[in-house]
């Protein structure tokens, strides 16, 4: 069984930092694209950052320029560093990953971290 479990939410100020950490786990096979996505209270989940098995990247318009994404595939963990935090980020934190366990590939997800940005 696969499981993926989020790290590094928080309580933190406006203009602040957090890296947020999301480790896969199981029986996998081969790990493909992996992604951020975020759900503020009465709001639907988006999409915050993706990346590909082999690097590329992509952001929501939002947090261009203030978030990066990035995986070590060796230890099947993936980051978002998240810089110059606003108010309008504070969100549950969601990691996503398309992976292959054995034969089956499917979407997962993990738990959720909070992250909270307020003076």
């Known amino acids: 069984q696969v499981q993926l479990v989020e790290s590094g939410g928080g309580l933190v100020q406006p203009g602040g930092s957090l890296r947020l950490s999301c480790a896969a786990s199981g029986s996998i096979f081969s790990i493909y694209a992996m992604g951020w996505y975020r759900q503020a209270p009465g709001k639907q989940r988006a999409l915050v950052a993706h990346?590909?098995?082999?690097?590329?990247?992509n952001y929501a318009d939002s947090v261009k320029g203030r978030f990066t994404i990035s995986r070590d595939n060796a230890k099947n963990t993936v980051y978002l560093q998240m810089n110059n935090l606003k108010p309008e980020d504070t969100a549950v934190y969601y990691c996503?990953?398309?992976?292959?366990?054995?034969?089956?590939?499917?979407?997962?997800w993990g738990q959720g971290t909070q992250v909270t940005v307020s003076s």
């Open positions: 990346i590909t098995s082999g690097g590329s990247t």
């Open positions: 996503n990953g398309d992976i292959r366990e054995r034969i089956v590939r499917r979407d997962y």
